[in-house]
């Protein structure tokens, strides 16, 4: 289990918090979603999972001890961050997925491209996992890059995954694809999900709504609806321009 117990953090001694008095969990199996306009403190708090900062306040614990206490190597071992933009290498793809484990033998690396749903567009190219993708994935497009990454992230199988806005670039019915796919590859691990698209949280066991470093407001999707607040305009306003793109694109000639 990850738990967050009254969490701050601040970048220095005496500067104001980026995240203050921050408590949550996530059980194995369970999907956690974390949503909020830019500068709430999401991705900050992303990455002090796996310690690239250390809190300044309470702590983060997984299955009780203090992640403190563990070995950094240990710890981003068990614990997987896909972001929105990860570097590729002007490698080959099977190279550029299986990065964070790279003996990962074959069958790991088709699966977890299967699961982010890439792996029809690489078995499609003339040399399929040994294309080479040139300096930061030139010969991707954005959304593809953000597929790549999803399946890096799944090949060493850690026990906490975090997808820090990894589907923005990704059109909506493939990011559904993903999605599905992603349920069966991690339920039995502890997922957190950040994202300004809330149709990747609706799913979510419980949705935490940030702003400048606080959780304002935690629910289901359902609950967070029906209370009218802060995610509920949202959710009306994202409905709202998806109506509008899809009418949009049912009068094109």
């Known amino acids: 289990v990850l ?8 970048y220095a001694p005496g500067t104001r918090n980026i ?8 059980a194995p199996g369970q999907t956690l979603g974390l949503v909020g306009p830019p500068g709430s403190g999401k991705s900050t708090l992303a990455n002090l999972i796996p310690r690239f900062y250390d809190v300044t306040g309470g702590r983060i614990t997984l299955d009780g001890v203090d992640i403190r206490e563990v070995t950094l ?29 790279p003996w990962a033998e074959e069958g790991r690396i088709v699966s977890a491209a299967r ?10 190219l003339p040399l399929a996992y040994e294309t080479r993708v040139g300096e930061r994935g030139v010969a991707l497009s954005g959304g593809q890059r953000q597929r790549m990454s ?21 059109d909506a019915v493939t990011e559904r694809r993903v999605r599905d796919a992603l349920a069966e ?29 606080r959780v304002v407001e935690r629910g289901t999707h359902a609950e967070l609806v029906a209370a009218g607040g802060v995610y509920a305009d949202l959710y009306e306003l994202q409905s709202r321009s998806d109506a509008g793109a899809s009418l949009d694109d049912e009068v094109q000639p």
């Not at 999803?150 to 990704?170: E, K, L, N, Q, Y």
């Open 19 to 26: 995240i203050s008095d921050v408590s949550f969990e996530v």
């Open 185 to 213: 590859a991690t339920q039995a691990k502890a997922t957190i999900i950040i994202a300004h698209r809330l149709s990747s949280l609706m799913h979510a066991d419980q949705i935490l709504v940030m702003d400048e470093g």
């Open 150 to 170: 999803i399946a890096r992230g799944i090949v060493p199988g850690p026990g906490v995954i975090i997808f820090d806005d990894s589907t923005a670039a990704i």
């Open 3 to 10: 738990r967050f117990e009254n969490v701050d953090f601040a």
């Open 73 to 101: 190597a240990s710890l981003r071992e068990y614990v997987g961050l896909v972001q929105q933009e990860a570097f590729l290498f002007d490698s080959s793809i099977g190279h550029n997925v299986a990065y964070a484990d």
């Open 115 to 124: 699961t982010a749903q890439i792996h029809e567009h690489i078995a499609g």
